[in-house]
DNA sequence: GCCAACGTTGGC
DNA sequence: GCCAACGTTGGC
């Protein structure tokens, strides 16, 4: 099983929709790196953090599961949603989305600032420069130490 | 709201 | 294929 950390804007979706959905399409993402995890590598059962970006608390919030295979985000096709894609093909979808099951909401956000003052994440990708990417892996050693300092 | 650090687009 | 212009992300 493999540890994935999950970035939403809480403005737009936060870990509290998710406990209240308990399942949700993680859609809207429009950048290859990251279509290429979903399609690659992120599977059924694996484990991810959600993180809140560009808000006044940033940092890791809760724990959610992969509950489905990528399938085509629907939201690309779509006139109305914020980020439609008139050139994709809908024989050939350019973008996937993939559901998550609500797991787990700490009892305290574990904060950006936290995670970069702790050497423990000195190696960790949410912290190295230039790193924007919305879906990212992560190493069970941080998941579960985030974990841990989320549950205190 | 600003802006650094990207990624994408499109003219050539 | 290069690269300037533009768009987006996301911390501050």
Not at 30 to 36: D, E, F, L, P, S
Not at 73 to 84: G, I, L, M, N, R
Request: charged content about 30%; hydrophobic content about 30%; glycine content about 4%.
């Amino acid at each position: 099983m493999n540890y994935w950390l999950l970035k939403s804007e809480p403005s737009d979706y936060s870990i509290d929709d998710l406990q209240r959905d308990a399942t949700e399409p993680w859609d809207g993402i429009r950048n290859y790196q990251v279509r290429n995890m979903i399609r690659d590598d992120i599977k059924v059962g694996d484990t991810c953090i959600f993180y809140h970006s560009n808000t006044d608390v940033i940092g890791c919030v809760g724990t959610m599961k992969i509950a489905s295979e990528a399938y085509p985000d629907p939201t690309q096709f779509d006139s109305k949603s914020a980020h439609p894609d008139p050139k994709s093909d809908p024989e050939n979808p350019r973008w996937l989305c993939m559901d998550v099951a609500f797991e787990s909401k700490f009892k305290r956000t574990v904060t950006l600032a936290e995670i970069k003052s702790d050497p423990t994440f000195s190696d960790m990708r949410l912290v190295m420069k230039g790193n924007r990417l919305s879906v990212m892996p992560i190493s069970k050693k941080h998941f579960q130490k985030i974990s841990r300092l989320g549950s205190s």
